[in-house]
């Protein structure tokens, strides 16, 4: 066998193991994130799929070209090391960046505005303190104390829905019984409410 032919197999071999190592990091991300953050069907409130096809394509793809493009069995240990603690900074980087992104897809709160009910992500909300629940929006009276405030956001381009500030606590048995359909990026989606878990179907058929 040819020194090219030795060198291409051990390539192979360290790029087989980086790919099946990522395989398994990332089914571990992505088991935990699916389960604990997107778990009851709310992977329906977002392009989930998207997302993580973006992460998969950088990390299980990119990542293993990476080292069949930079180790060598002909590079010294030092220069194998080095390449290889850059590709690794590289997909933790792009790992990171991709859950933060995720993360910014988790809902933040169910806000009902104009009859209506609006899923609202953490990313597109003002306030991460307001927790997963049920609110209503309390629009402030004309001449009200609060109303120059309301008129100031209104200003500002942000919409009633984001308003945290007018936000009224409530709850599933007082908006949705038994169902709702709440307005989403993805749509409508219909939300029940099973054994204290809300749950979100894109039908109930």
Not at 1 to 28: D, E, P, R
Not at 116 to 140: H, I, Q, T
Request: with cysteine.
């Amino acid at each position: 066998m040819g020194k090219v032919n030795v060198i291409y197999l051990k390539k192979v071999k360290w790029t087989s193991l980086h790919f099946i190592l990522g395989l398994l990091l990332l089914s571990a991300v992505g088991f935990y994130i699916y389960s604990q953050w997107f778990y009851a069907g709310r992977h329906h409130l977002t392009d989930l799929i998207g997302l993580a096809g973006i992460i998969i394509s950088i990390d299980l793809i990119l990542g293993p070209i990476l080292s069949f493009w930079l180790l060598s069995p002909v590079k010294t240990k030092k220069e194998n090391i080095i390449n290889l603690l850059l590709i690794i900074f590289l997909q933790l980087s792009s790992l990171g960046y991709g859950i933060n992104q995720i993360d910014g897809q988790r809902l933040a709160y169910i806000i009902k505005w104009q009859a209506s009910y609006f899923a609202v992500s953490k990313s597109d909300a003002r306030e991460y303190g307001v927790s997963e629940n049920f609110y209503r929006f309390n629009e402030p009276l004309v001449g009200s104390e609060k109303r120059e405030m309301y008129d100031y956001l209104l200003k500002k381009s942000i919409p009633p829905i984001e308003m945290y500030e007018f936000f009224e606590l409530s709850s599933f048995e007082n908006e949705c019984q038994p169902i709702c359909g709440v307005i989403t990026k993805n749509g409508i989606i219909n939300i029940t409410k099973s054994n204290d878990v809300l749950t979100f179907n894109k039908s109930l058929r």
